[in-house]
């Protein structure tokens, strides 16, 4: 989980260039992503994970802070 | 960047196929503003229209690199067929990635064989760019969405069995498979465009069309963000490509000319003007192609960083071939202006690469937004 963290952290931190971004806050609420975050997003947690993102995870919850993709992940790789 | 020897393979077989069926026929499809029947059979049974799937759906699966080498090749020839080939695999992408099992099982296949063809429909009369304010609606009754609304510019639209169209659902933007024949869906041709005239433009109406709940691609709200834009990823790729392949035609053609044409007692290639506008043409269509190969290599290895790069390929490379199909006509004078020489139909087709899968202005403002955001 840590180890994940640290990779989340690291892929979003070139977004968020001028704001250390904590665990729980919310990324989408700080207007610094732009429309094609969320592909990227997808593309990240997949070739970095080996996970497979499919519809129903396309809840704006999993996706919304540092720590709810990190849960996502965990429950995708388990 | 190198081609491996499997691509550069590829390559040859889409250049031969190219030269023996489409480029013979690109002056037909732009006069008569349709594609020849026996054109769109010829790809389906190289299987091109299967390029960008899997072999278990009966695709070619080439990888990313190699369906740019095929989209330049084809878009050298005739940019309507290339246009075919984006918003055919722009449907069957999006099938893949964030359809049902369902929809994979029921569509894929006979999309890889092109015994159906699709067709991506997002733009509206009064909606371009600003895509996720779509004015198009369905609204769930008992089994079925019914959708009214309007689509406008919709390539291929006169022949595609099957759209993907975004409409508001909950007031969100969301997908939606429709078939051709959907009570309610009538289609209107639209001819007399500038360019790539053979793409069978058709605008969309849609009253009260009933169409089976289970046709919703993905689920509501994520129509734009995840599917529409995985679409448009490709559509641009392939439209990136399409305009190297175009640049590549212009240059060409140039240097054809440059060779024969013989004025103040020698060839046009001998005027150091022409030869700037050669060298220019050269080199910018080198640096499209680069620009593409890296995109799409990339997208083989899954980067992230690949939509962007796709991005700036395909804003260079439709800046680049307009420049090259002016520069084009310039040297052919007169008979540049004429039907006796194709690149007055180049610089017509270059135009509307510059409008198609988000303009030059779109393209210049989340460009310039992302570099001073990362850089």
């Known amino acids: 989980m840590e180890t994940t963290n640290v990779k989340v952290k690291q892929f979003l931190s070139k977004f968020f260039r001028k704001h250390e971004l904590q665990d729980d806050e919310d990324i989408f609420s700080l207007g610094f992503v732009n429309s094609l975050f969320a592909m990227q997003l997808v593309m990240f947690l997949e070739k970095e994970f080996g996970i497979k993102v499919d519809n129903k995870d396309l809840d704006m919850s999993n996706f919304k802070s540092i720590n709810a993709i990190c849960e996502l992940v965990d429950r995708k790789a388990s | ?375």
């Not at chain 2, 393979?9 to 489409?22: G, L, M, N, T």
């Not at chain 2, 060298?279 to 990339?298: F, I, Q, S």
């Not at chain 2, 992230?304 to 804003?315: G, R």
């Not at chain 2, 008979?335 to 610089?347: A, F, I, K, M, T």
């Open chain 2, 1 to 375: 960047m190198e081609l491996t020897e499997k691509q550069l393979q590829w390559k040859d077989e889409f250049r031969a196929f190219v030269d023996e069926v489409v480029v013979p026929h690109a002056d037909v499809h732009d006069r008569e503003q349709y594609l020849e029947p026996q054109v769109i059979q010829k790809m389906k049974e190289k299987g091109y229209l299967g390029s960008m799937l899997e072999k278990k759906y009966g695709g070619m699966e080439l990888d990313w690199v190699t369906i740019g080498i095929l989209n330049e090749e084809i878009g050298r020839g005739c940019s309507s067929v290339r246009n075919l080939l984006t918003v055919h695999g722009m449907v069957a992408l999006a099938i893949l990635r964030w359809g049902s099992d369902e929809q994979r099982n029921h569509w894929l296949s006979t999309m890889a064989a092109g015994e159906k063809i699709g067709a991506f429909a997002l733009t509206e009369p009064e909606v371009g760019s600003d895509a996720k304010n779509v004015q198009t609606t369905a609204v769930l009754s008992d089994d079925h969405y019914v959708l009214n609304g309007h689509k406008k510019w919709i390539t291929m639209g006169q022949i595609a069995d099957v759209f993907i169209v975004f409409a508001q659902c909950e007031g969100k933007p969301t997908a939606f498979l429709v078939e051709r024949d959907s009570p309610g869906l009538t289609t209107t041709p639209i001819d007399s465009l500038l360019g790539s005239r053979g793409s069978m433009l058709a605008s969309l109406h849609f009253e009260n069309c009933k169409i089976p709940k289970e046709n919703m691609v993905g689920t509501v709200g994520i129509g734009l963000s995840h599917v529409g834009l995985h679409c448009l990823d490709y559509g641009r790729y392939t439209v990136a490509c399409g305009c190297v392949g175009l640049g590549q035609a212009c240059l060409e053609q140039s240097l054809q000319y440059a060779r024969s044409r013989k004025q103040f007692g020698s060839v046009l290639g001998e005027n150091q003007l022409i030869q700037k506008m050669l060298t220019e043409m050269t080199v910018n269509v080198k640096a499209a192609r680069l620009l593409c190969y890296h995109a799409g290599h990339l997208k083989d290895q899954i980067d992230p960083d690949s939509i962007m790069e796709t991005w700036n390929a395909k804003y260079f490379a439709s800046k680049m071939v307009n420049q090259a199909a002016s520069d084009a006509v310039q040297i052919h004078g007169a008979n540049g202006c004429s039907g006796d020489y194709p690149v007055e139909r180049y610089l017509r087709d270059a135009k509307i690469n510059e409008i198609i899968e988000g303009t030059t202005q779109i393209h210049e403002m989340l460009i310039s937004k992302n570099s001073l955001r990362n850089t």
